[in-house]
């Protein structure tokens, strides 16, 4: 189809966190075509959502007009209407319960100096540090894992690094269908000759191509890392130089892990001991050998303690430093590492500085003190709704009903809620159910701003088309509820330019990515001032905890959710490369019919036993709850596990799972569920 174009423009592509640029062809106010643009992220390339599912834009679902809920209906309202409304619900639960009775939620599909605007609200207009964002339940545990044990609560290594990568260490993570050109590029490598060891328990394309494929047992990731890591020092694989220089606690660590030999943890991981061993010295031989870890490392019990088990492997192989190595998290959402980073977190400012380093700055620039309190995220929020200490919650770009585990404990914690202010592109899930007030939101190509990849890039977005109706930049809209509750002074930008300006004024470390230099270049922080370079790879001469990063000695805890004679089959949640997450936008482009509905995945020994057949509706039941999905006879599940996405409202997958969550900080255990499986 020949479709003529008035106009392109440059920009980010909103869906994963790999930050592909794309240029957006226009005619009148709509989105008509995408094309890659020359980058070093896609290099020309672009994955099926980026190239294809850019229809949501223009959904005739798309509301583009406040509304407030009058008894079980919506009514539409003026702009005017829905501010004051809003407003006044605030400063009512403020006066009879404190500000700690409302929580705000930043989200990774908006930009960088939208979320630093919503945490600055959160701070300094309502005085809670209630604030936090959609990365709790994803990559939380890798930000601080790493910060805990390096310093710096991100990814070490930029994706330019790939192909400098001698092998690989794909964990947990299925970047072919989740961040697509990513998984291409590490597809082209591995053909080019770089070594590749996948764990994972289900047989992805990328496992097919490994030297060393280890299908651990779901939940047991930290023996696992451990044998290997006792495998490296029982080998001697060790780069001895760098450990000198840069590692310490050896001694300890040896005398620790020699309880994680290979031998000793093969059975409970479900693996041989042999693969184990053959994984180890594929990773200590490639170096530089590069570790990407996703959501089947962090979502877990111990998803921290998965990656700091990680990083050990890193610092005894010297696979940390240098380019074509580190440990990087593969975050979700295209702006995920940059919402978290602004400051939507209740214990970290903008930047990822804690109160100690930059709460003086912030509170001098902002004109007020901050509040001291400690405070609460995201599952603490909906904790606190359930006890009734929580009054209400603003969500921008976040379906927390649809996201959140456990749908029967998100749906009395939300019932509780007063207030429940929905910023969205559509009416979602939580807004049915739950909503109070609706405020209708410009999406990615109607406004500007800058968003952050998962490898630290920063990267600009820009305007294509105008919002539909009377559809606003989430900035404004903040700005607009700022100044309605007395803080107009501090909120008054002209626009994401001069909030970034505040942003760089308040981060060291990202002072020199001025706008003027990301009209040209996209640049990974730290980037301290306007001549420096940028800083793709970290930790080339020092840790930022000092000279020497110490091995961490973790111990394992099996997870409490454990199969029985009632729920014999263990299920993993993840997604599809059709579809991206709750499937918000996803679900809304001619890509969905790609993938229409959610699925179950089973292996066919496990089918043929339980008398179930391909593409028949089966019923799935957990210690939780209950949904019907249809069945997808797969080789890619082991016998024992079976395998659903979580793209739609219906069936709402997160029925099932459970409310166990990261021991340090709360993401929930998406990854091991134990259910039984019978016919619908
Ligand atoms: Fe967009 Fe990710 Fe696909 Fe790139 S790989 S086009 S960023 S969804």
Known sequence: VTVEVEGWTRTTCVYCAVGCQMEVGRRGARVVAVRPAASPVNRGHLCVKGRYAFEFNHSPERIAWPMIRDGEGWRRVSWDEALDFTAAKLRAIVAAHGADAIGVLGSARATNEENYLAQKFARVVLGTNNIDCC????HTPSAKALKTMLGTGAASNGFDDIELAGAFLICGANPTENHPVVGARIKQAVLNGARLVVIDPRRTELAGLADVHLAPRPGCNVPLFNA????????DLLDHAFIGERVAGLDEFADFIVDYAPERVAMECGVSAADIRAAARLYAAGRPSMCLHGLGVTEHLQGTEGVMTLINLALLTGNLGRPGAGINPLRGQNNVQGAAHMGCDPATLPGGQSFKEAGARCASAWGAPLPERHGRNLLQMVDAAAAGELKAIWAFG???YLSLANVAETTRALSELELVIVQDLFLNETAKAFGSVFLPAASFLERDGTFMNSDRRVQRIRQVVPAPGEARPDWWIIQQLAARL?????????GPQAIWDEVRALWPEGAGLSYARLEHESLHWPCPDEQHPGTPVLYQSSFPVGQRATLA???????????????PLLLLTGRTLYQFNAGTLSNRTPDAVLRPADTLDMAPADATRLGLADATPVRVTSRYGEVVLPLRISRQVQPGQVFAT??????????LTSSI?????QAPEYKVTAVRVTAA
């Open 398 to 400: 976040y379906d927390i």
């Open 646 to 655: 979580f793209h739609g409202s219906e069936p709402l997958v997160n029925r």
């Open 228 to 235: 290997m890591a006792a495998t490296l020092i029982e080998e």
């Open 553 to 567: 000695a973790i111990a394992y805890l099996p997870t409490p959710e454990q199969t029985d004679a009632d729920y």
């Open 135 to 138: 990365a709790r339940v994803c």
């Open 486 to 494: 007395g803080r107009a002074e501090g909120f008054d930008f002209a």
């Open 661 to 665: 969550r990261d021991l340090q900080v």
